[in-house]
């Protein structure tokens, strides 16, 4: 198995996943694949290592928003259909599982565009929760 990209190096963030349409254990690449069992910090160093292997690394911030925006839309769309709620019959098949894997993806390439940590950042965000008082 091929070393991962740092997911914070610069020169290998940012990008898109272009919609990713299959498993992520799918992506098997000759030398380039997804651990078994990835943490977080693997999940994020996989998507940037991924982005740079298929040039999608030149992509703006504004796109790669537009692109996670377009992937919740879909996700949004499979839980429709999923729940029986009235959808257009000639509209594109989704599916729950493979749009929440997209939104995944984009999520972590722009965390890495950023530089953010997502597993650091969501345990210094949930400390802030639990001290939140919810009704």
């Known amino acids: 198995m091929a070393e991962l990209a740092d997911a914070h190096d610069s020169k290998s963030c940012g990008g898109n996943t272009m919609g ?39 992509e703006t911030i504004s796109e790669m928003f537009m692109l996670f925006l377009e992937e919740c839309g879909e996700m949004a769309k499979a839980a429709r259909k999923a729940q029986k709620i009235k959808t257009d019959s000639n509209s594109k098949e989704f599916y729950f599982d493979h749009e929440a ?24 965000k949930e400390k802030i929760n639990q001290k939140r008082i919810w009704k």
Not at 29 to 45: A, G, I, V
Not at 108 to 114: G, R, T
Request: aromatic share 14%; proline share 5%.
């Open 20 to 58: 990713v349409r299959f498993p992520l254990s799918a992506l098997n690449m000759k030398n380039f694949s997804l651990k078994k069992n990835p943490t977080l910090p693997d999940f994020q160093k996989y998507v940037a290592k991924m982005v740079k292997k298929r040039g999608f690394d030149k």
């Open 101 to 124: 894997a997209d939104v995944f993806s984009y999520l972590l390439d722009i965390c890495n565009h950023f530089g953010v940590n997502l597993e650091k950042a969501f345990r210094e």
